[in-house]
Antibody
Framework: QVQLVQSGAEVKKPGASVKISCKAS????????LHWVRQAPGQSLEWLGW????????KYSQAFQDKVTITKDTSASTVYLDLSSLRSEDTAVYYC????????????????WGQGTLVTVSS | SYEVTQPPSVSVSPGQTGTITCSGD??????TSWYHQKSGQSPVLVIY???KRPAGIPERFSASNSGDTATLTISGTQAMDEGDYYC????????????FGGGTKLTVL
């Protein structure tokens, strides 16, 4: 079965950076996109961007393009989310999610989700 | 930037039909999905491509999208259906974007 296992919780100081991971298994990694979504405490979901598991192409939300970088290691079936210049407002649970399909109308449908990684930014 | 709006809360009695709306300008021209999130858990996809159910999602979940409003309907609501529901809209014409609604808390009482 499809599994997305994320790295553990992080505590960072303002201005620092953090890199969190999402290891995929149970499907052909290169056939799907992996997205990152965040959820601040008590708030809704915010889409950050995606990476193609095949080509490595990326697309970022305009609101976060200066904040996040998404990369992958195909040999390890793992994608990474780099967050820079952290602020208290970046405190949130960060989720990775796999696309429903590799086709255009399923690319942005988030079918399988990781368990989430809590990033806390505090001085 | 594009926005979609949901009511903050909806209440429904067990066995009755619950309805959650999602509104946005010409939303019917975009693709919508719906996600269910229980407290402390990751979201679960319940509807995609406006009205399709992924494998494993009960038939009591249905949806539509037309005009400015997408609607999620839960027939014969059960206690396990409680939680937050988020609509998602996306469009790849021009600069691709994905937006989520603010979420609707469904209470089964």
């Amino acid at each position: 079965q499809v599994q997305l296992v994320q790295s553990g919780a992080e505590v960072k100081k303002p201005g620092a950076s953090v890199k969190i991971s999402c290891k995929a298994s149970g499907y052909t990694f290169t056939n799907y996109a992996l997205h990152w979504v965040r959820q601040a405490p008590g708030q809704s979901l915010e889409w950050l961007g995606w990476i193609s598991g095949g080509s490595g192409n990326t697309k970022y939300s305009q609101a976060f393009q200066d904040k996040v970088t998404i990369t992958k290691d195909t040999s390890a079936s793992t994608v990474y989310l780099d967050l820079s210049s952290l602020r208290s407002e970046d405190t949130a649970v960060y989720y990775c999610a796999r696309s429903f399909s590799g086709l255009s109308n399923g690319w942005y449908v988030l079918h399988h989700w990781g368990q989430g990684t809590l990033v806390t930014v505090s001085s | 930037s594009y926005e979609v709006t949901q009511p903050p809360s909806v209440s429904v009695s067990p066995g009755q039909t619950g309805t959650i709306t999602c509104s946005g300008d010409k939303l019917g021209d975009k693709y919508t999905s719906w996600y269910h999130q229980k407290s402390g858990q990751s979201p679960v996809l319940v509807i995609y491509q406006d009205d399709k159910r992924p494998a494993g999602i009960p038939e009591r979940f249905s949806a539509s999208n037309s005009g400015d409003t997408a609607t999620l309907t839960i027939s014969g609501t059960q206690a396990m259906d409680e939680g937050d529901y988020y609509c998602q809209a996306w469009d790849t014409n021009g600069v691709p974007y994905v937006v989520f609604g603010g979420g609707t808390k469904l209470t089964v009482l």
